[in-house]
């Protein structure tokens, strides 16, 4: 993923999933629809994608339903097997021991984790630090394959009471306890980080640094100068809305700023 500049990530949010407020019973054509995003990603030039159970709102703080896990691993595995992309996954909210079983079960690449290390307020309840039993487990499993891509702080949630800890020092940490790579995020979807953030995330760690939120063709530049990576979801869709589909004349403009 990161042997060029700054790879380009597309998101892949699929539908309400089983035991999801929203869920309309039927499994395949979620799969079809996410099909159709990933190959509209791969075609346009992006690098990698990842899939996340964003509609599942409100999530399941720190877990996921065993049909949820069963659903994304049927999801996930028909886009490793079809497209062959790198690919990742994030199971929200904080269900990264899920998340790791769905990878290894599915040929992934990476898992996206939220609360990796110190402990903050999301818009679900306290989230505290999985670094210990994820690394642990993913140790256990022979699956360092796997690779741990780790929100330094996660967007919607407070972090007040870490606040007397900067953001690189709170990279510093997530990269002792051996994250594979950092992300730095806005406050919200589709929110852009502040630029300073992102500088100091990177000067401060050595493992790759990938923008989680916000970029856009027209900031898109500005990040790739700073990061490894950026995920990108909200300015790949419709409208720009994170969820609609997946706009392949919005892909190609960024793939083609990206180039320029």
């Known amino acids: 993923m990161f042997k060029k500049s700054s790879s380009l990530i597309g ?3 699929v539908g309400p999933l089983p035991g999801a407020s929203g869920w309309a019973s ?3 054509e979620i799969v079809e629809n996410a099909l159709m995003d990933a190959a509209i990603y791969k075609k346009a030039g992006f690098d990698a994608i ?4 964003m509609h599942d709102v409100p999530y399941i703080k720190g877990t996921a339903l065993p049909e949820t896990i069963a659903a994304m691993t049927v999801i996930s595995s028909a886009l490793k097997k079809e497209i062959k992309m790198h690919t990742g996954i994030q199971i929200l ?13 599915a040929g992934l690449d990476f898992i996206r984790v939220e609360g990796f290390v110190y402990a903050h307020v999301g818009n679900g309840g306290i989230h505290e630090s999985c670094a210990a039993k994820l690394i642990r487990r993913r140790d256990e499993l022979k699956a360092s394959h796997v690779k741990i891509f780790a929100d330094v702080k996660k967007k919607h949630a407070s972090h007040a009471i870490t606040s007397d800890t900067s953001i690189g020092d709170t990279a510093k940490e997530a990269e002792f306890f051996k994250a594979d790579g950092l992300v730095v995020t806005g406050i919200r979807t589709g929110d852009q980080p502040l630029l300073e953030e992102v500088k100091s995330v990177k000067q401060s760690v050595k493992v790759p640094v990938l923008i989680g939120s916000g970029v856009t063709p027209e900031n ?14 909200s300015s790949s869709k419709a409208g720009g809305h994170w969820s609609a589909k997946v706009d392949t004349e919005r892909c190609k403009k960024l793939v083609s700023v990206h180039k320029d």
Do not use: C, T
């Open 11 to 13: 998101m892949v949010h």
């Open 26 to 28: 039927n499994l395949d």
């Open 50 to 53: 990842m899939v996340e159970n």
């Open 93 to 105: 909210a904080g269900a990264n021991l899920e998340a790791l079983g769905v990878a290894l079960a």
């Open 220 to 233: 898109l530049k500005k990040y790739a100068r700073y990061s490894d990576g950026m995920i990108i979801g």
